[in-house]
């Protein structure tokens, strides 16, 4: 197939003039060169299509961007709270302190302002000795949902064993301004004050517990102990 390299017109080949533009064909390689030059200048075409895609994409964060496609997806999916539902079980049931760390964090990639995830967190790390960590992660949850109060007790529990007792109290009191009926909150008082020797105060906010419900054995233990130094007084 030929053409003219003048104006392109398609030519039959036996041609001496282009029918189209009237322009004199001396020689074959006019219109071989005519199509070397729309070859070549289709290909400089891609080259540029290619580099304005690379351009484009550099331009782009491409993590981020399969990252939050990745995210929303699993928000959309409620993966979060599969998560969730497993740390909860893992608490609860096994003392797999780890994975429930593990998972609360799974979760808190899909969203980082689910409160529970925070919340578990924070007494996973109680049961690991890890008590500034749990405080941290407690308030966190408070701050996204201050009607946990559940967060505040285990401020409450995790400050005691870090041996803040004071502030311990204190939070154990903002409780009690909520809910005068806690029983972790006044369970949580009675241990705090049976820590400090006040036996007088421990014995009265074991009492008050118990008439909630039955104390653990631990603090059924402090309480007995309470009431033997009274005698003794």
């Given at each position: 197939?030929k ?6 017109y398609?030519?039959?080949?036996y041609?001496?003039?282009c029918?189209?533009c009237?322009?004199e064909l001396?020689?074959?390689?006019d219109t071989e060169?005519f199509?070397e030059s ?8 891609m080259?540029?299509l290619?580099?304005?895609?690379i351009?484009?994409?550099?331009e782009?964060?491409?993590d981020?961007?399969f990252?939050?496609?990745?995210r929303?997806s699993?928000?959309?999916l409620?993966k979060?709270?599969?998560?969730i539902?497993?740390a ?8 797999d302190n780890?994975?429930v760390?593990?998972l609360?964090n799974?979760?808190?990639l ?8 925070y ?15 749990a405080?941290?992660?407690?308030i ?6 201050e009607?946990?109060?559940g967060?505040r007790?285990y401020?409450a529990?995790?400050?005691g064993?870090n041996g ?5 109290l204190k939070v154990y009191?903002?409780?009690?301004n909520?809910d005068?009926k806690?029983?972790?909150a006044?369970?949580?008082k009675a241990?705090?004050?049976f820590n400090?020797?006040n036996y007088?105060?421990?014995?009265k906010?074991?009492?008050k ?5 039955p104390?653990s054995?631990?603090a059924?233990?402090?309480?007995d102990?309470c009431?033997?130094k009274?005698k003794e007084e």
């Amino acid at each position: 197939m030929k053409f003219c390299y003048e104006c392109g017109y398609k030519l039959e080949g036996y041609e001496k003039v282009c029918p189209e533009c009237g322009k004199e064909l001396k020689h074959p390689e006019d219109t071989e060169y005519f199509i070397e030059s729309i070859l070549n200048q289709f290909l400089d075409d891609m080259e540029q299509l290619k580099n304005n895609a690379i351009e484009f994409i550099d331009e782009m964060d491409i993590d981020d961007v399969f990252d939050d496609f990745s995210r929303n997806s699993k928000k959309a999916l409620n993966k979060d709270a599969v998560y969730i539902n497993r740390a909860r079980k893992k608490l609860e049931n096994s003392g797999d302190n780890q994975r429930v760390l593990y998972l609360c964090n799974k979760a808190l990639l899909v969203d980082e302002f689910n409160w529970e995830a925070y919340y578990l967190k924070g007494r996973a790390l109680i049961n690991l000795g890890r008590y500034d960590e749990a405080i941290e992660e407690l308030i966190n949850s408070l701050a996204l949902n201050e009607n946990n109060i559940g967060a505040r007790a285990y401020i409450a529990k995790a400050s005691g064993l870090n041996g803040d007792l004071d502030y311990a109290l204190k939070v154990y009191d903002s409780i009690l301004n909520i809910d005068d009926k806690y029983f972790e909150a006044l369970q949580g008082k009675a241990l705090i004050y049976f820590n400090q020797k006040n036996y007088s105060d421990a014995e009265k906010f074991f009492k008050k517990a118990n008439e909630i419900s039955p104390l653990s054995d631990y603090a059924n233990y402090k309480w007995d102990f309470c009431l033997k130094k009274l005698k003794e007084e």
